[in-house]
């Protein structure tokens, strides 16, 4: 059985699929800014328009179908060239994208439908309708989405995740558009209205569940990251406790060997005897005076870091004032300075010539913020997205999380981290206002 539905313009379509986009571009972290961006959507906004009114006339399924795929090839071209987050990412986007744009405009083709079914409404009338649907919808969705995606981070889709997605896309546009190409089927409409109301509701369907979907799936992807810097956490305090064991050891024997000093003086010796035991004095001196910074966490850290910098051949040097830090939780100062000498001794362990061995560690008072800087020589050159270094390692998803485990504990004292390389020296600067107790 033949039946007549006034499908929507492509026109509408076309304003739809470009909305959808623009809003998830507003979301994400941008590769273009400013007027660039603007002129690259106006553009994309033509193309998508002229694509799909010139094609409006080809009525065969097969052609319809090829249009629809054009369609969803410019949404992911404006995405790609507006967006600077991953492929993968890019992907899913635009897949959810389009089945947004659906709803949205078959949303409002019902609502115009309802109140003008057989005559065409003024133009005025027409995008004034428009208007109220895309708006408020679009708006409503970026509330909604904006409480999930950071526009400084990709979303790293994985495979699985971005396959999944492609599937539930593609069912739910089969079903929502099973009227237009087959009448005969029980889940088909056999008049107008429950032709719409099969697509809208379809495509509101189709929607809910890729957001429930994407939701469960960046909660899983958080909880991991968590997990994972809360391992990097626990790992620096246990060394540190490690460390501090073996430092008590060391200070035991030091002071066993000042009394022993001491009974030596009470015998009558040699010259050269007692020149040998005031070299040995000196050296009990130095020790007990080197990494005094006021702050026992960090004495703890930097002896046990300098004495493994002396094994390696790297020269640490650290002018230190660990009273600036004192209100910062002993895990938090294990993570940050752990990780941050651990990440510096690693890339110097990477340097032929132990003369270039070198890093220098500082903590100092700033306008009332403790400043963190970390400064060792680098031969290599790093890569930079969000004033952070892209690790080097192959397994990309597996490593980087020093890094965030050290921003992450900045951060939850209200500051900041970041990094940068100039004439083969990397710097690490971190930032942390202090408490106003703490500067009484």
């Known amino acids: 059985m033949e039946v007549f539905v006034r499908d929507i313009p492509r026109l509408y379509t076309a304003i739809a699929e470009w909305s959808a986009c623009f809003m998830t571009i507003c979301l994400v972290r941008k590769r273009i800014q400013g007027a660039k961006l603007y ?60 089945i947004f744009a659906e709803f949205m405009a078959s949303f409002e083709w019902q609502i115009y439908c309802f109140f003008w079914p057989d005559t065409e409404a003024s133009v005025p009338i027409q995008l004034l309708i428009l208007a109220g649907t ?62 719409m109301n099969i697509r809208t509701i379809a495509d509101l369907g189709g929607n809910a569940i890729l957001f429930a979907y994407s939701v469960q799936c ?22 540190y406790q490690q460390s501090k064991e073996s430092i008590d050891i060391i200070n035991r024997k030091y002071h066993d060997f000042k009394h022993q000093i001491a009974a030596l003086r009470a015998e009558t010796d040699e010259e050269r ?27 703890t850290l930097l002896t046990s870091k300098s004495l493994y910098c002396a094994r390696k051949h790297i020269g640490l040097t650290s002018v230190v004032d660990g009273k600036l830090v004192d209100f910062i939780y002993t895990m938090d100062l294990c993570s940050i300075f752990g ?35 970390v400064e ?6 790093l890569v930079f997205k969000n004033n952070l270094p892209i690790t080097s390692k192959s397994d990309k998803t597996m490593h980087g999380y020093g890094m965030k485990s050290m921003r992450y504990a900045a951060q939850k004292y209200g500051g900041t981290l970041t990094a940068s390389q100039s004439n083969n020296w990397f710097e690490l600067k971190i930032l942390i206002p202090i408490p106003q107790e703490e500067k009484k």
């Open 218 to 239: 960046r909660e899983m992807r958080v909880r991991r990251e968590l997990e994972a810097m809360q391992n990097i956490f626990k790992n620096q305090y246990l060394q």
């Open 39 to 98: 002129f690259s959507a106006a553009v994309m906004l033509f193309v998508q328009i002229f694509f799909m009114v010139v094609t409006e006339s080809l009525n065969s399924n097969v052609l319809w179908l090829l249009c629809m795929m054009g369609a969803v090839g410019l949404m992911f071209g404006f995405l790609w060239i507006c967006c600077d987050v991953k492929i993968r990412d890019i992907a899913s986007l635009c897949a959810r994208d389009f």
């Open 376 to 381: 060792n020589y680098c031969e290599e050159e």
């Open 273 to 299: 005897r007692n020149a040998f035991l005031d070299e040995m004095e000196q050296d009990i001196k130095n020790y007990e005076a080197q990494n005094k910074t006021g702050n026992q966490v960090l004495d």
């Open 339 to 373: 990780n941050a000498l651990d990440n510096a001794i690693e890339c110097e362990l990477k340097i032929e010539d132990p003369a270039k061995r070198l890093i220098h560690l500082s903590v100092s008072a700033q306008k009332g913020f403790a400043l963190i800087r």
């Open 134 to 195: 895309y708006l408020p919808i679009c708006l409503l969705m970026y509330r909604l989405e904006r409480n999930y995606i950071s526009n400084n981070e990709n979303l790293n889709v994985e495979k699985k995740e971005l396959i999944s997605i492609i599937v539930i896309v593609v069912v739910v546009f089969f079903i929502s558009n099973l009227s237009f190409v087959m009448t005969n089927t029980p889940f088909s409409g056999i008049n107008n209205n429950e032709i």
